[in-house]
């Protein structure tokens, strides 16, 4: 005998009931499976649900969860579950960068000038961060460069003084102690770091007035960084 079987109550196929050997004539019916058999249907776009009582031709649910598409509003990713559609809060385009806005009247992602803008002021920053302590090079000796530099040089200079001492010793880059350098020389060193910090630290804040004051793009491209 010929019965339907079922999935959750979806029709998955068709079965065969086998008959009972207690009890011939009567039939083994499968656990999920009907006797009543479903009407025809496209079972590419459709399916047959049992509801107890009859079959219901309903269209397959659309399954969106191999599709991309971004939230419009954050630019966050959508996640579908099977049945899902996509609504007019979301696009299949993809952003650009993590700054980009959803630009509803063109139908594109575009990064504001305002977080352009920000984004080149925290380079600046980053950038001069690391260039103003860039290690200085005198008479052949590399010493850490940075205003903390300097201050451990005079304070190793003032100690020396306070002890009697005629000369100090310093280290170096690689914390290699050179020994006997004079007062003066000692001074140099310390006045090189600290003119290469002042120096870089004066142009940081003239590019970030640059920056700040900036109201196009031309302008911030035009702010550029020593090296770049």
Known sequence: MIVYQTTNGKYIGETKAQESPLEPGKFLIPAGAVETTPPAFDSQNQYAEWTG???QIKDIPPDYTKEDYWYKDTGGKVSFAVGDMPDSTMTDIEPNDTASVWDETGGQWYIPFYKKQVDKINTIKSFYKA??????????VTYNGGDSSASAIKGAIDLAQLNGEF???LWDIDNVLHKNISFMDALTIVQTIATQYRNRMFE???KLAEANAATTQAELDAITLPGG
């Open 131 to 140: 260039y103003a302590k860039e290690p200085v090079t005198v008479n052949t």
């Open 204 to 206: 940081r804040c003239m």
């Open 53 to 55: 009582s009859e079959w």
């Open 167 to 169: 000369d100090v010793t």
